[in-house]
């Protein structure tokens, strides 16, 4: 009887050993799994932060040209504001000439007729 105890244990380690070379395979591929998943994951992960950093500087961009689009505007309604005083200067001109003309007409007229009744 000694002997099937000794039989029993020796079945038991190999078993107990194969259980564990089996357990310890299995770790190891599943080690390989998430190592292989990680690789995977960071290679993603670099692919989203380049896609993240060509956002940025496109809202950076959009933002610039945002403030430019600002000034822009401002400088153009700034500029309209000039040019309708500038036209009201060349219409103020325009009818001072236009007046300084009829009256040197009408003083030149003046002087004919005077010239023509001395001349009479």
Known sequence: ???????????????????????????????????????????????????LQATVLTKNELENYQENQENTTSELDRLKTELEGNQDRVRHSYYFIHFMFAECARICIIFVAQAVHRGA
């Open 1 to 51: 009887m000694q002997e099937g105890l000794v039989l029993k244990k020796r079945f038991d380690d190999v078993f107990e050993s194969t259980r564990y070379t089996k357990a310890l395979e299995a770790l190891n591929k599943t080690k390989k799994e998430i190592v292989s998943k990680a690789k995977d994951l960071k290679a993603e992960l670099m692919e989203q932060g380049a896609h």
